[in-house]
């Protein structure tokens, strides 16, 4: 069928906006407004007027704010907490895919950081299930990040004490940098990368060749996800 954007005979088309853009661009919008105002603090009128929309618009694809925060939550999670899956054949040393894989964390969790930080505040309003869902997730990560660093251990690449200890701080400092982070501060995101890696690597003994080093940046800026516009 013929989109309404059409331009006449011998002109261009206008590019149309699927469903899919219309649905991120309320996701956008709503990240914004959580992250600024809260999830109490924002209303659905309070969305709709910052999308210039009627509420059938946005009712179209969500059923209510709860909706919207657990959708925001789930995909900055998956993000985030996915950065420790290898392929089963990757037989790569364990310090060099504990280093990429570190690195991912890091750029995931700056990349989400607006909806990450939902995750955290809004829990009380969670669906117990979701809840549930989100601690799986988080337990699968530091089972994957465990392991690794136990292998590294094994193998004489990597120096720390207790392994969950020492995991859950790396988590501390990661997890909560929402309650820090700005994007418009002194350090720009990449660099922010780079340096809150550069201290996981140091929590851990993890010292990589200058070759290696290089490389597992390169694998970091590939695997970075797009930042959600707000």
């Known amino acids: 069928m013929p989109s309404a954007h059409t331009a006449s005979k011998g002109s261009a088309t206008a590019p149309t906006t699927t ?16 992250y600024r105002n809260g999830f109490a603090g924002t209303t659905m009128d309070m969305i709709c007027s910052e999308l210039g929309v009627t509420k059938p ?13 657990e959708t925001l939550a789930w995909r900055a999670s998956v993000a985030c907490l996915s950065t420790m899956k290898f ?19 890091v750029a995931a969790c700056v990349a989400h950081f607006r909806s990450s930080a939902l995750a955290f505040r809004v829990t009380a309003s969670l669906r117990p299930e979701f809840r549930a869902a989100l601690r799986t997730l988080a337990n699968d990560f530091y089972a994957d990040l465990g392991a690794l660093m136990d292998e590294g251990r094994r193998q004489g690449k990597l120096s ?22 700005r994007p418009e501060g002194r350090l720009p995101p990449d660099e922010l990368v780079s340096r809150l890696t550069a201290t996981l ?30």
Do not use: C
């Open 160 to 181: 720390f004490d207790d392994t969950t200890v020492t995991a859950k701080a790396m988590g501390g400092a990661v997890g909560f940098m929402y309650t820090w982070y």
């Open 19 to 34: 469903g899919a853009d219309k649905r991120e661009r309320i996701l956008a919008v709503a990240e914004g407004l959580f």
């Open 87 to 105: 392929p089963a054949d990757d037989r790569r040393p364990a310090d060099i895919k504990l280093a990429e894989g570190l690195q991912r964390w």
């Open 201 to 230: 690597f140091k929590m851990i003994g993890l010292r990589l060749p200058a070759a290696r080093s290089k490389q597992s940046a390169q694998a970091r800026k590939r695997a970075q996800p797009q930042r959600t516009p707000s």
């Open 57 to 69: 618009y946005v009712y179209y694809y969500f059923h209510n704010k709860h909706e919207i925060v």
